[in-house]
């Protein structure tokens, strides 16, 4: 390949938005296995090459290519979801991004004039360094040991601190120095003068290499076994540390910037237009007979309850059989006289019924509430079995959702003798990791859940909880959610994803979901619950949900509907996001 001043490639493994220029080069990672061929990538497997090893090498595979091919003064290694912001007047915060035009090729600092300043400051570009801590957990900091063992297999990273000590004793002490240290860059992204990048590879492929030899990873499942990947970004630290000191790099750290998986594509004017037409013609109301109760559980507090509204009347629009509803309010006494009366009145236009179930929560309140938009309610849930003595199943429901489906539907889905049955969760591959949860349980958001109540009397779920703290701790930071995936791992009924179709699936997810892109898509064009989990709910005027609308659709069928001057207020507002998103859309396009 021609010599290059800078050569920067960019790891793919499928076609996305790229980035090309005298200083980027997309590469294809495993190419050799991929029967997918990008076009706008070189590929991983031509020259000297490990392209095969993909699977448990990932961007490693891009990096030896790199090493034995390529012949540059500078050397970077980034990931097409992970990119270095090299804008000189960048601040530390995080950036996202969905495409590349020359609006982000500006904004971030991509081009070849801006990456060449960046790499004459400074020996080696790396990522931010933070304080390790498990995701979701920020005051549970930890050593890179000690969050090596917990997310991986700790026998793996002694096996490579003795080959380090056998094969480059110079090292070793800032090897040792990074697994006692509890601050680390991470992703395998820097950028390397051609001396230190030449040393950096032959040290960090001598020594994976042999301890592919040594480390048995055929027990291990697909996650852990990109063990290599893994274990590089603690060598990657370890090795610039002894740059700095003993070679005397400079270094110099650069925002992140990440691409989320792309919201999917949706009509919501369909969507919206379909609720419409449910409200103004909805099922006909029968009349309430000794015919199978489905029984549907909520806990809110008194500001909740609008919102606990809107979800009643879309549940019971979409009813083929609305009177055959019951709705159990677990209720600590915040309910006033008013809420429970506007409530009963609400159900009684659809023939269904409503309990209001008053409960002690003082075994609850040692629980923990770290999240400024959660509550004891949100606990409730976890007494359902013991408060409701003679209900057999409930579907649980938040007060945050619209239902478009028949909830009879979900009802009758078959539990197959799990205590509960539920959908993956937005960031439910890294909510396992940080619980050490198997890999062949999917993490589920408990917003949207059925529960089979007798099956819960069979089980000491108040030890659980008390076991699960007792283990986990300040791991525990989605409450009750976390509490029940710990206790019913894989002892969960999945349900599909269109029965809980949070926000991130509209806007772009940062986070592993515990799902496919093409299952995301195809919940959002035919969504039965939709879950407002982002912390902009639809009656907050910041909300961006293109399904927001859904929320007043309802709400405004009950007493607790808007005024003129908040409905004129609210689509003025909406007006002026929509024009602002088109704008930026368009100068995207530019």
Not at 108 to 130: E, H, M, N, Q
Not at 167 to 185: D, E
Not at 560 to 573: F, G, I, K, N, P
């Amino acid at each position: 390949m021609k010599h290059k001043d800078v050569f920067i490639g960019v790891c793919y493994h499928k076609n996305s938005p790229a980035i090309r220029s005298q200083c980027f080069t997309p590469i294809h990672v495993g190419a050799a296995l991929s029967s997918e061929r990008l076009e706008f990538a070189v590929r991983d497997d031509t020259g000297d090459s490990i392209s095969e090893r993909n699977p448990n090498w990932c961007e490693l595979t891009g990096l030896y290519w790199m090493w034995k091919n390529v012949d540059a003064e500078h050397y970077g290694l980034m990931h097409y979801r992970r990119l270095l912001n090299f804008n000189q007047r960048a601040s530390g915060r995080t950036k996202v991004f969905e495409e590349i035009s020359e609006r982000e090729i500006f904004k971030f600092g991509w081009d070849d004039t801006s990456v060449r300043r960046a790499c004459s400051s400074a020996d080696i570009l790396t990522a931010p360094i933070y304080p390790v801590h498990p995701v979701e957990a920020p005051d549970s900091i930890m050593t890179n040991y000690e969050f090596y063992e917990w997310e991986h297999y700790a026998k793996d990273l002694d096996v490579v601190e003795k080959i380090v000590a056998e094969l480059s004793p110079h090292i070793r002490p800032f090897f040792i120095k990074m697994l006692n240290s509890k601050t680390a860059f991470f992703g395998n992204v820097t950028v390397m003068k051609k001396a230190l990048f030449h040393e950096y590879c032959e040290w960090l492929f001598q020594v994976l290499f042999e301890a592919e030899k040594r480390i048995d990873i055929s027990g291990y499942d697909a996650y852990q076994k990109r063990i290599w990947g893994f274990l590089a970004e603690r060598m990657t630290v370890a090795f610039v540390d002894y740059a700095m000191t003993v070679r005397g790099a400079s270094r110099r750290t650069l925002p992140l910037v990440f691409r989320p998986i792309p919201p999917a594509k949706i009509d919501a004017k369909s969507q919206l237009a379909g609720a419409a037409a449910a409200i103004s013609s909805p099922n006909k109301v029968g009349q309430r007979g000794g015919g199978e109760i489905i029984n549907i559980l909520m806990a809110v507090d008194s500001a909740y309850v609008p919102h606990a509204a809107a979800t009643i009347h879309s549940a019971l629009t979409r009813a083929s059989e609305p009177q055959s509803f019951c709705f159990h309010f677990l209720d600590n006494g915040s309910l006033t006289e008013d809420d429970t009366t506007n409530l009963q009145a609400l159900v009684a236009q659809f023939g269904a019924e409503l309990r209001v179930v008053n409960i002690d929560d003082d075994s609850l309140r040692w629980l923990p509430l770290n999240r400024a938009h959660i509550s004891l309610q949100t606990y409730y849930r976890l007494l359902a079995a013991e408060v409701l003595p003679d209900v057999q199943e409930v579907v649980y429901l938040d007060a945050d959702i619209i239902v478009t489906a028949d909830l009879k539907e979900l009802w009758d889905h078959p539990m197959e003798g799990s205590p509960i049955a539920a959908a993956p969760d937005e960031g439910g591959r890294l909510q396992s990791r940080r619980l050490q949860l198997p890999l062949t349980h999917d993490y589920f958001n408990a917003g949207v859940c059925v529960l089979d109540l007798d099956a819960l009397r069979s089980v000491n779920l108040h030890e659980g909880v008390l076991l699960a703290c007792r283990k986990f701790g300040e791991l525990i930071t989605l409450q009750d959610q976390d509490l029940l995936n710990i206790i019913f791992a894989e002892k969960t009924q999945k349900l599909p994803l269109e029965w809980n179709v949070n926000t991130r699936i509209y806007s772009g997810n940062l986070l592993e979901p515990a799902y496919t892109e093409q299952e995301a898509q195809a919940a959002a064009n035919h969504p039965k619950i939709i879950h407002f989990t982002d912390r902009h709910k639809p009656w907050d005027v910041k909300c961006l949900h293109p399904l927001a609308p859904l929320y007043w659709l309802h709400r405004n069928q009950t007493v607790w509907r808007e005024t003129r001057y908040q409905s004129v207020q609210r689509h003025v507002l909406g007006w002026v996001r929509s024009w602002a998103v088109a704008k930026n859309r368009k100068a995207r396009q530019r």
